[in-house]
């Protein structure tokens, strides 16, 4: 076989390879109601789900008593004795406080221990929207889990069904269980369930720290077990939480699962039982029943073990292995880099010195990369906002991402045809090694879950180096099967890294760099495999992938409009302050369009609301002056006050006439030294992860009709203003006015279309 036509046979099988690992869904097939009763089943978990994520169910909301009564009842039905726990949850991390109703269920174990496995999803959904997947599919698991589980076997270890409440408006579901409900204290362990969109790979995605041990369980238990510990370290040093954020700061060991494909659903109406992937609820009650047997069947005492490096191969795979190799693997590649470096000085002449500047030059190739991307994703958001091309969303086209790759193919091809006149390319290519080396010397120490990424590719390209790449004669068949295998570890990790930044982060200003910059990394791993093919393509080629890029950038613009299908997201809002009598209409949208006009005109200015909506909220809103109606404003009223001369002491009662769903609380210009609502502690300011000096205040979800009780101690000896604002879903009916309703290309997302009155106090 010829040098040059192996060289393109490679290529096929890379891009073969690529293109299965990319197009594949990970999601094992639903099955059906019929299936065995001792197997989890999506169609029979969908018969709950239809009956109760139909309608958005936030907390405080009529809805959400009927699921949630509908949950008691099928538990109750299941055999079980749910408990309701109706308390005040705070988490002085979000500022937030509410009145909650957590339902807890426990099926009981053989050991006659208390020690238990706690599976945990929230039924409470955002107003935008029915919640199906966030988190309507984690309660159905539960309750089909539940199901199966009883009609097995007992397990050694009692189970918890901790299905809890106010998660949207700040965990106070989770807060209140493990700070108030007495089974709190017997979780051991704890398997919790999410969902940020409605399709894709119900991921491993947190765990507790000492892993090595859930882990295993896990890929051994787990019939479709997905998963990266990358994709942990990346989550640790992002600020979201969810339920599990409080359940490990009580100190509970466990493990983080969620499913993140199509995210343009997340907290809209797009978020209903019929758009809901199949697949994601199989896989979601697969992991929760696989791990309620094997958690169940445990020594809870020895659960934790050194972390393990894991992550998914296409194929059903599952790779980990312990941290404890991580230094003798990143050693042994060091070992094979020089042996290969010192091998390519006699077989090819390299020069230390064009491989040091080799690494560098890869260096500059990549930071190229992340600015032409970037450069690339503001161009076509500019062209998007500010010509008279259709408005549309970018966040999740893929069009525009595959152009870029190809934008970016054509790029590196002309590069690596450029230098390679100036440096050989087995010392252009262990240049990148020693890059790649270095890289994995660094994530070994500080982003241990993602060493994998580097170890192995490299380990692979300096192996075929040394045993077939780079040769000038023709390779045998043999030295062509070591390259074409040699390719797999650095096609499997990177497309697989790709499809996962694309899935969480999309074409943004986040995502777009990350996703240039992998992509480059991509491409020089598989330098020594692609070598023939790069010489002999001579200008066609960039050529052909620059069209390519332009014909998938006009699929992209067409596929980027929105519609029915494709609904743009905004947030609209009418806004009374009782103080001045005046009104504003808002909203969250980056260009008017013809709905939005009719509230905010044409010419609407652009800025914060900071009298209704805390500053370091990230979104300036478009405003317009509206008609003031009458609204009754949430009322503060002053019960008891005392003063020391440095500090004064306040208890007030505060209610919303209105009812609405949330009531914000804000003390501006004065230090609050502590703060508690109905009795329970509101947590030190500098807790709060958006707390000011010098500027307070909490949200309280689903007020009680006859109010809260709140009690301040500030560091002042003069008044104090209280400023309050409540919201409640919908918009106002304003008295001759005919607003049209919302049409279908256009929907609420996260707290939906609501009103806002504000009215401040001074004590």
């Not at 949850?89 to 937030?96: I, K, L």
């Not at 890289?439 to 879950?449: D, F, M, N, Y």
Request: with cysteine; hydrophobic share 45%; net charge neutral.
């Amino acid at each position: 076989m010829g040098n040059r036509l192996s060289g393109w046979v490679i290529l096929l099988f890379v891009l073969l390879v690529a293109g299965v690992c990319a197009v594949r869904e990970g999601t094992p097939d639903a099955l059906p109601a019929t299936a065995s009763q001792d197997l989890f089943s999506a169609e029979r978990a969908l018969v709950y789900l239809n009956a109760f994520a139909t309608a958005p169910h936030p907390l405080g909301s009529a809805e959400h008593n009927r699921v949630r009564d509908y949950l008691l009842s099928q538990l109750t039905t299941l055999g079980v004795t749910p408990e309701l726990q109706r308390t005040t949850g705070v988490t002085p991390r979000y500022e937030v406080a509410g009145t909650v109703e957590n339902i807890v269920a426990r099926l009981k174990g053989t050991s006659g221990g208390a020690d238990a496995v706690a599976l945990v999803a929230h039924y409470d959904s955002v107003p935008a929207g029915p919640g199906a997947a966030d988190d309507g599919a984690g309660v159905a698991a539960l309750l089909e889990t539940l199901r199966a589980l009883r009609g097995g076997p007992p397990l050694r270890n009692d189970i918890l069904f901790v299905i809890t409440d106010g998660e949207e408006d700040g965990l106070l579901g989770a807060s209140a269980f493990v700070a108030e409900n007495a089974a709190a204290k017997d979780v051991r362990v704890v398997v919790n369930f999410e969902a940020r969109g409605n399709a894709g790979e119900s991921q491993l995605f947190e765990t507790s720290a000492g892993n090595g041990r859930l882990v295993q369980l896990f890929a051994e238990t787990g019939p479709h077990p997905s998963g990266s510990s990358l994709t942990y370290e990346i989550y640790k040093h992002m600020p979201n939480d969810t339920d599990m954020t409080v359940f490990k700061k009580y100190g509970a060991a466990g493990l983080n699962f969620a499913f993140i494909g199509h995210w343009e659903a997340y907290h809209t109406p797009l978020d209903n039982p019929q758009l809901l992937d199949r697949g994601s609820l199989q896989q979601q009650g697969e992991n929760a029943l696989s791990l309620a047997r094997s958690l169940g069947s445990a020594d809870l005492a020895h659960l934790q073990d050194r972390d393990s490096v894991y992550f998914s191969i296409p194929g059903n795979l599952f790779g980990h292995y312990s941290s404890r190799i991580l230094w003798p693997l990143a050693m042994a590649s060091g070992v094979l880099l020089l042996g290969t470096l010192f091998y390519a000085s006699g077989a090819w002449q390299t020069r230390f010195l064009h491989i040091f500047a080799g690494a560098f030059l890869h260096i500059g190739i990549l930071l190229l990369l992340a600015l032409i991307g970037l450069g690339f994703m503001l161009g076509v958001r500019w062209l998007l906002l500010h010509t008279l091309l259709p408005e549309g969303g970018l966040d999740q086209n893929l069009f525009y991402v595959l152009g870029l790759f190809s934008l970016l193919t054509a790029v590196q091809i002309m590069l690596y045809n450029l230098l390679r006149r100036k440096i050989v390319p087995p010392a252009f290519f262990l240049g990148g090694a020693l890059l790649i080396f270095i890289l994995a010397l660094v994530t070994s120490k500080w982003l241990p879950g993602g060493s994998y990424l580097f170890v192995w590719p490299l380990l692979a390209g300096l192996l075929a180096t040394a045993a077939a790449a780079f040769r000038p004669a023709h390779p045998t068949f043999l030295e062509f099967c070591i390259l074409c295998v040699l390719s797999l570890p650095a096609v499997l990790l990177y497309v697989a890294l790709l499809k996962g930044f694309y899935t969480a982060l999309g074409f943004t200003l986040t995502g777009v760099p990350l996703l240039s910059a992998a992509f480059g990394l991509f491409f020089l791993l598989l330098f020594p495999f692609l070598d023939p093919v790069l010489k002999s393509v001579g200008k066609l080629l960039p050529f052909l992938v620059l069209v390519g890029a332009f014909v998938l950038c006009s699929y992209g613009t067409k596929a980027a409009r929105y519609s029915s299908a494709h609904p743009k997201p905004s947030l609209l809002s009418y806004a009374l302050d009782a103080d001045t009598g005046k009104a504003l209409w808002t909203s969250s949208t980056n260009r008017i369009d013809f709905w939005t006009a009719h509230y905010l005109g044409t010419s609407p200015s652009r800025g914060k609301l900071p009298d209704f909506v805390p500053d370091w909220y990230p979104i300036e809103f478009l405003q317009h002056e509206a008609p003031a109606i009458t609204l009754a404003p949430p009322q503060a009223e002053l019960l008891e006050k005392s003063s020391d001369g440095a500090t004064r002491t306040l208890r007030l009662h505060i209610t919303t006439p209105r009812h609405a769903r949330t009531l914000h609380v804000g003390v501006a210009q004065t230090e609050v030294l502590s703060a508690s609502v109905n009795g329970h502690d509101l947590g030190k300011p500098s807790e709060a992860r958006s707390g000011q000096p010098g500027h307070w205040g909490f949200e309280y979800a689903n007020p009680a009709a006859e109010g809260i009780d709140l009690r301040l101690l500030v560091e002042t000896s003069g008044p104090i203003t209280v400023v309050l604002v409540d919201r409640s879903s919908g918009l106002p009916a304003i008295l001759g006015a005919n607003f049209p309703p919302r049409p279908a290309d256009s929907m609420p997302i996260h707290s939906g279309d609501q009103t806002m009155v504000r009215r401040s106090f001074v004590f």
